[in-house]
């Protein structure tokens, strides 16, 4: 019974000495000790023991636990040999391993991949939430109707003023009433006016009103910051000398002709594709870019883009439906649709946004934009393709042509006139930059375009042109190369430059070198890019008809725009 005593973790004192006494065997009964609460801690809890005169203390805490085997033997029995705590393996510690920090690192960057995940939720959770709280309120009533700016198929819209609050240092405001779309327009203006705001006008309020007549009518009311789209400037003679003040803030010092047209040209280009870069990674394609959907901002000096309405919000699949495109066709991409017409209709709002980055990179609808923008790059370059007949005409002869810009090149180029051999001739300033930017553009797969924030790093932009690059910029352009473009195109820009270098008395290349690099062909078959390639395409087949088949039974359900509910409504 000794051993017994001794594994509960007890000790046996008699009353009338402090001297431990072995347990005999006698009747126990159980007596708790009347201590003030404050003493009685849990670490301290003990409780005594009488039998016959002998008291039993026994620590639950401290003793009890280590008699039903949490303690060492040794310990327990207090043989001397003592472990100290302190020396054991802590099992709470965090332990920092390699493939624990590859997977954190994964996921981290899954959960911010373009669209984005993470910033999804929280600007539909919080930021959204805590925007609708401080927002400012208008109803119809509240504006008095201007000059009408424009109108079309969807909506009107006006330039007007506050009616009751002349004090109230708003300035002039736009104004649209949109029958159709405006839900969708209301929502992809909130959500660019949160996430990138510079890149589209500075949107205020929408609200839906009843209407007896039409059911309803959608009210939308930016910031009134200029009139002019991109095809007003671009319709005009001067261009594009007429923009120059109006995106510089001067006029330059060096004569007309086209390196001061290249610069301006330049300038505009870079604020479009600042804006779709802006809109593209933040999950929003527009699908309807085009001059006259691009307005001239007075204030900030910049182009920016107007008219979502036909845009689609990707990152939780709002205003995208597989089969069905909204464009316009002098603009729109070979493929006319943004994503594969066997990508699954969008499942609820959370799981869309949890599965947007991997439909994302499987279809990359950011370079349908990227090819309009293209065409608008051609525009300013040739004056003859700014009418509505001449880009009709180019569209004809480049499908002809297989969408390859190289081979329309060499078709048009013999018999160019002077307009269009002055075109050739300001997209190969710089060693020929500005022609490879556009071919980047310009191509019929979407997968083999650049990107809104790929064509920005381009050389183009840099102001000293080709022969002033630094290391790092020589560097990127090589990266540049080798991800975006083919080893065909890329040969042939490398080997006119090698050709402008001079004979090979002068460190260049003679002729016979020249044709040897000419006939020099890369493997078409069997390379791993091509294996991986083909690998890539049926995994993206087989998700799409798992997703597909899985998330049909969840949009037979939904019969309403759920997220129409945010907007607010004037009876």
């Given at each position: 019974?000794a ?10 004192k ?37 039998c ?26 207090e ?13 709470n ?9 590859i ?40 504006f ?5 700016l ?47 705001a ?55 010092d ?10 301006i ?11 779709l870069?802006?809109?593209?990674s ?7 870019i ?14 920016k ?11 939780v ?81 480049l ?10 090149r060499?078709?048009?180029?013999p018999r ?74 890329a040969?042939?820009?490398?080997i ?10 002068d460190?260049?290349f ?12 890369p ?17 993206q ?31």
């Amino acid at each position: 019974m000794a051993a017994v005593a001794t594994t509960i973790g007890f000790q046996l004192k008699d009353k009338k000495s402090t001297r431990s006494s072995p347990f005999l065997g006698r009747k126990l009964e159980m007596k708790y000790p009347f201590q003030p609460m404050q003493e009685r801690m849990i670490s301290n809890l003990k409780v005594s023991v009488v039998c016959a005169g002998t008291e039993l203390v026994v620590d639950f805490v401290n003793n009890l636990f280590l008699g039903v085997g949490v303690g060492l033997p040794c310990t327990v029995m207090e043989c001397g040999d003592i472990i100290y705590r302190s020396t054991l393996p802590r099992s709470n510690e965090l332990t920092i391993t390699a493939p624990g920090v590859i997977l954190a690192l994964g996921a981290l960057s899954y959960l911010w991949a373009t669209p984005g995940v993470a910033p999804g939720f929280w600007d539909m959770f919080v930021l959204a939430f805590v925007e609708r709280l401080f927002r400012p309120t208008f109803k119809k009533d509240d504006f008095m109707l201007g000059k009408k700016l424009g109108e079309g198929a969807f909506g009107v819209v006006y330039r007007v003023s506050l009616a009751e609050k002349p004090a109230l240092k708003e300035g002039d405001l736009v104004l649209k009433k949109a029958t159709e779309y405006g839900a969708v327009e209301i929502w992809m203006n909130e959500r660019v006016r949160r996430a990138c705001a510079s890149s589209c006008a500075d949107f205020l309020y929408g609200f839906l009103e009843s209407s007896s007549k039409k059911g309803g009518e959608y009210w939308l009311v930016w910031r009134f910051e200029g009139e002019a789209t991109l095809q007003d400037l671009m319709l005009s003679k001067e261009f594009p000398y007429n923009v120059e003040k109006m995106i510089l803030g001067k006029i330059q010092d060096e004569p007309k002709g086209l390196v001061r047209e290249n610069r301006i040209i330049q300038t505009i280009m870079r604020q479009l594709l600042f804006a779709l870069d802006g809109l593209h990674s933040t999950g929003i394609v527009h699908r309807d870019i085009k001059p006259q959907n691009i307005i001239f901002s007075e204030g900030s000096r910049t182009f920016k883009i107007i008219d979502l309405g036909a845009a689609a919000d990707l990152r939780v699949g709002i205003n995208y439906i597989p089969k069905e495109f909204l464009l316009d066709p002098r603009y729109a991409a070979p493929e006319q649709y943004i994503m594969s017409t066997q990508t699954p209709s969008a499942p609820s709002a959370p799981v869309a946004t949890a599965l947007s980055p991997v439909l994302w990179q499987m279809n990359l609808p950011d370079r349908f934009d990227i090819y309009s923008t293209g065409l608008i790059y051609l525009q300013m370059a040739f004056p003859s393709l700014r009418t509505d007949s001449g880009l009709i005409q180019f569209n004809r002869q480049l499908k002809r042509c297989g969408y390859d810009l190289i081979e329309w090149r060499k078709t048009v180029e013999p018999r160019a006139n002077t307009e269009l051999r002055k075109g050739f001739e300001l997209l190969d300033l710089d060693g020929g930059i500005g022609w490879e930017l556009l071919t980047s553009m310009i191509r019929y797969k979407a997968r083999k375009r650049t990107s809104a924030k790929a064509a920005l790093a381009h050389p183009y932009f840099d102001k000293e042109g080709l022969l002033a690059l630094s290391v790092m910029q020589k560097l990127r352009l090589q990266y540049f190369r080798t991800t975006q473009q083919d080893y065909s195109e890329a040969a042939k820009w490398v080997i006119g430059l090698m050709a402008k270098s001079g004979t090979e008395k002068d460190g260049g290349f003679t002729e016979a070198q020249l044709q040897d690099f000419r006939e020099i062909e890369p493997k078409k078959k069997g390379n791993p890019q091509r294996n991986a390639l083909a690998s890539a395409l049926r995994l993206q087949r087989k998700i799409g008809r798992t997703l597909n088949e899985s998330m049909d039974e969840l949009n037979q359900q939904r019969k309403s725009l759920w997220w129409s509910r945010w907007i607010p409504r004037e009876e």
